[in-house]
């Protein structure tokens, strides 16, 4: 049930999903507008599991003019754009919806624009985290949703390799023909999690959910060497079991906290036109 909010003169957005009482994308955007100096209204929205695109035409209806999109609605968002982003077309699902302003002025609802923000997120905070990509050797974990987002912009950054493992291989597989032409200058493979080489990686990326559910996967100890990196994208008030297996074994290990931040600035960017300062928000969101 959409909030009274939407009837607020500000403009208004929001995030949509299936769980959402969790996201911290409301404290994002509203720390993000602060800082900017604009004044808007930014809501989480608890949309059915059968009712996403009426929760969406209800939220548009109402004067809602663009929204974050969370788990499970990225492909449902993906169906209902009439205009994509190459990355989102490349990712097959949508985190960012937009709605532009009628052209014709009158009450019949215009197009909707859809993007995919969660690569370059996801680089944005390697950057600010010091990860490099470029000639390392770089192992992914899932093949699922996560890991369409960001083959794209991962491939972009040319690793020496690049090498998907899913529990089921057909379905990385699967990836590896989808993005195998952005792939020129990388050795792109795939596997299943346990036929995963035993050998050292430069940068260990989880895209699995197992950092959601404590889930320890089964790795390999071999590959951990002293200069290893890995990334959780999932995030929590402690390390995930994940970061954890990898302090455990002396590997450098971030969340996916900050990619969350990175992926909310490039939605701010698309909505309002305004590149806010992500440091600060990390801040506060480490700190609350």
């Known amino acids: 049930m959409l909030t009274n909010a939407l009837n607020h ?24 507008a602060a800082q900017t100096g604009l004044s808007l209204i ?20 109402e004067g809602g003019r663009g929204l974050n999109v969370t ?17 989102a077309a490349r990712a097959g699902a949508v985190n960012t919806l937009i709605f532009p302003p009628n052209p014709q002025g009158d009450d019949i609802q215009g197009e909707i624009q859809g993007d995919n923000t969660d690569g370059v997120g996801l680089l944005q905070d390697f950057a600010f985290q010091g990860i490099k990509l470029l000639g390392k050797k770089v192992l992914l ?16 950054e040319q690793p ?4 998907i493992a899913n529990r089921r ?13 952005l792939a020129d200058k990388t050795a792109f493979t ?5 036929t995963i080489p035993a050998e050292p990686f430069d940068v260990i990326i989880n895209a699995t959910s197992a950092g959601l559910s404590d889930t320890e996967l089964p790795l390999p100890e071999a590959l951990i060497h002293a200069d290893t990196v890995v990334y959780d994208m ?15 074994r002396g590997a450098q290990a971030f969340d996916g906290l900050g990619m969350l931040v990175e992926q909310a600035a490039q939605s701010f960017y698309l909505w309002h036109g305004i590149c806010p300062d992500t440091r600060p928000v990390r801040d506060l969101l480490r700190a609350t």
């Open 9 to 32: 003169p500000h403009s208004h957005y929001g995030v949509i999903g299936n769980p959402i009482g969790h996201s911290r994308s409301p404290l994002i955007h509203q720390a993000f």
């Open 42 to 61: 930014y809501t989480a929205i608890l949309a059915p599991l059968d009712g996403f695109e009426a929760t969406v035409a209800a939220f548009r209806q």
């Open 71 to 87: 788990v499970p609605f990225k492909a449902q968002a993906f169906a209902l754009c009439h205009t994509l982003s190459e990355r």
């Open 141 to 156: 974990l899932g093949a699922g949703g996560a890991s369409r987002g960001v083959l794209a912009p991962l491939l972009a």
């Open 160 to 163: 020496a390799q690049l090498r």
């Open 169 to 181: 291989e057909k379905t990385a597989q699967a990836l590896i023909a989808d993005f195998a032409d």
């Open 190 to 194: 795939a596997c299943a999690l346990d």
């Open 234 to 248: 999932a995030y929590g008030h402690e390390p995930t079991v994940f970061m954890r297996w990898g302090q455990a």
